[in-house]
């Protein structure tokens, strides 16, 4: 799995409205804050994604978790 196989699984998945919206402006979180910034939104997407459950949803919330863990 790659960070933009993850995302797009994610925005097909969540349905969550708040980790949507981040979904969503991840591209403005790149164009101001780099790396720091896509860090930061995919935190609260996770942070919002609790209700999404299921293997995929382990799987995918894993790599993200660290991905998030190795930009730190």
Avoid: F, P
């Avoid at 609260?44 to 993200?64: C, D, F, H, M, P």
């Amino acid at each position: 799995m790659d960070l933009n196989t993850a995302i797009s699984i994610m925005k097909v998945e969540i349905k969550n409205k708040y980790a949507q919206a981040y979904l969503t402006d991840i591209s403005g979180a790149i164009e101001n804050g780099g790396t720091y910034g896509l860090k930061i939104q995919l935190e609260y997407v996770l942070s919002n994604a609790s209700s999404w459950r299921g293997s995929q949803a382990t799987e995918v919330k894993s790599y993200i978790r660290q991905w998030i863990k190795d930009k730190s």
